[in-house]
C-alpha cells in the first residue's frame, strides 16, 4: 500500500496563494515518481506537474508555470504544491499520485496509486 494524503485546500480569491501537501512514506518519496493532478467538474484529469525521486527535477503544464512549485521534504516524507497568483480557472480537486513503473508521466494512466484529493476553489 502507498500512502498519499493530500491537504491544504480550500477557498481563495484569484490571485490568492495556496500551499498544497501530500503526505505519503519514506519509501514512496524516495523511489517513485509523484504527480499532481486535477479534475474539474465534467473534464477529464489533467496533469498539473511532476518530480523526479532521484534528481529533484520538475515539470509543469503550461498552463501553470511560472505560478505553481512543487517540491518535496525528505525529513517530512511530503511533496508540496505551492500555488501563486491562483485563477478560476485552478478550480479543481486535486490530487497526488506515484507511480513505480516506465510510463508517460504526464499522463493518469501511468500512475497506480492516488489520493483522495483536495479541493481547490478560486473565486473572482
Known amino acids: 500500500q502507498v500512502p498519499l494524503v493530500e491537504s491544504g485546500g480550500g477557498l481563495v480569491q484569484a490571485g490568492g496563494t495556496l500551499r498544497l501537501s501530500c503526505v505519503t512514506s519514506?519509501?514512496?518519496?524516495?523511489?517513485?515518481?509523484i504527480a499532481w493532478f486535477r479534475q474539474a467538474p465534467g473534464t477529464e484529469r489533467e496533469f498539473v506537474s511532476v518530480i523526479s525521486s532521484l534528481t529533484d527535477s520538475t515539470v509543469y503544464a503550461e498552463s501553470v508555470k511560472g505560478r505553481f512549485t512543487m517540491t518535496r521534504d525528505s525529513a517530512e516524507n511530503t511533496v508540496y504544491l505551492q500555488m501563486n497568483n491562483l485563477k478560476i480557472e485552478d478550480s479543481a480537486m486535486y490530487y497526488c499520485?506515484?507511480?513505480?513503473?516506465?510510463?508517460?508521466?504526464?499522463?493518469?494512466?501511468?500512475?497506480?496509486?492516488w489520493g483522495r484529493g483536495t479541493q481547490v476553489t478560486v473565486s473572482s
Open positions: 519514506r519509501s514512496t518519496l524516495s523511489s517513485y515518481v
Open positions: 499520485a506515484a507511480a513505480n513503473r516506465a510510463g508517460n508521466p504526464f499522463d493518469s494512466s501511468a500512475y497506480d496509486y
